[in-house]
């Protein structure tokens, strides 16, 4: 693995709804992002009633801060092997097999990842 960093989506709400993880988020590293994040960030802002312009500005600032990781056959098939071996729910595998597929470490604070290599759970 290398330095590169996937941070999940439960780092980034925590980062829009309670301001942790700065130091993650507002480093000068170069992050990344698995695109069906970006489903999971949104989805969660809407259902929380945030304000349109203020998930537009999240949205946008989290695009400009990650490089956007796209599902591609390499990391669907990552995923099955991921979703079979360590029971995984769908998106969950799709997530850490971007990160895999990426020689990334995932920063997550969601437990399903615990104990999972190359994963650091807050």
């Not at 693995?1 to 000068?28: N, P, Q, R």
């Not at 949104?42 to 956007?68: A, G, T, V």
């Not at 990391?75 to 597929?101: F, M, P, Q, V, W």
């Amino acid at each position: 693995m290398t330095d590169s960093k996937l941070i999940d989506s439960s780092v980034w709400l925590a980062y829009f709804f309670a301001g942790e993880h700065t130091e993650i988020i507002e480093c000068d590293d170069i992050l990344l992002l698995s695109a069906i994040s970006l489903f999971e960030i949104k989805k969660r802002l809407i259902e929380r009633k945030i304000p349109e312009d203020l998930i537009n500005k999240n949205m946008n600032f989290l695009k400009q801060r990650s490089n956007i990781i796209d599902v591609n056959t390499k990391i669907a098939e990552k995923a099955i092997e991921i979703y079979i071996e360590y029971k995984l729910a769908t998106i969950d595998s799709i997530i850490y097999a971007s990160a895999i597929s990426n020689n990334a470490i995932l920063i997550t604070r969601d437990n399903d990842f615990r104990g999972l290599p190359n994963v650091k759970l807050f």
